[in-house]
């Protein structure tokens, strides 16, 4: 099934919670258009998004009148809607093992890749030397699942790929090296061959690292 019209993505460019998004929306072949939002002017706190998302957070998807926000919400409404299950198991077994990614994809990788990112490339009044060692520590982890795995959730992709993807590629925007981590770095290279994929906007510091 494909939407009536094109779904739009509020988004801004350089947030992987939003190209989470974008890379499932494409990976589906659904029709979007992306509308970025001039957030360093509040463009998220005005009235009209507001109205969207009261949160004033991006991404938020407007899916012909079915306004959706949160990135791990939009995933498993368009897997929900628009897949047959590959992305979005329907068993319970599954189901549950795709939800636990879900979960360390807005804890411990929030927490850790993402935040030190956001130090780097928004300027967050973080401690990088906390955010760093706290990334370290669930991409070890995640390096030693994918041993035996191809996948985070099993031999397929789905969406625990999907959320975790954006902030674990673009780490080293934040001073975080993905060296020491050469199954990481092949699920990596998986996931960025798959059909549809569309890769998140490189800042200046990802491309100097």
């Not at 780097?120 to 995640?142: D, K």
Request: proline content about 8%; some cysteine.
């Amino acid at each position: 099934m494909k939407p009536a019209q094109a779904i739009k993505l509020y988004r801004h460019p350089l947030s992987g919670h939003c190209h989470r998004v974008e890379l499932l929306l494409a990976i589906l072949g659904l029709p979007y258009e992306t509308v970025d939002l001039d957030m360093a002017n509040g463009a998220h706190k005005a009235p009209d998004f507001l109205a969207l998302n009261p949160l004033g957070q991006v991404p938020v998807i407007d899916d012909g009148g079915t306004i959706v926000a949160d990135s791990n919400a939009i995933l498993i409404y368009l897997a929900a809607k628009y897949d047959n299950g590959t992305w979005y198991p329907k068993d319970p077994e599954g189901l549950a093992e795709v939800q636990r990614w879900l979960s360390v994809a807005a804890g411990q990788i929030a927490f850790g890749p993402a935040a030190a990112r956001l130090i780097t490339v928004f300027g967050a009044p973080l401690n990088a030397e906390e955010t760093i060692a706290r990334a370290a520590g669930i991409l070890g982890i995640i390096d030693g699942i994918l041993v035996n795995r191809p996948y985070l959730a099993g031999e397929s992709p789905s969406l625990a790929d999907i959320s975790g993807y954006s902030y674990i590629a673009h780490a080293p925007e934040g001073n975080v090296t993905l060296e020491p981590y050469p199954n990481l770095r092949a699920w990596l290279t998986r996931i960025e061959a798959l059909p549809g994929f569309v890769p998140m906007t490189a800042t200046k510091a990802g491309l100097a690292a």
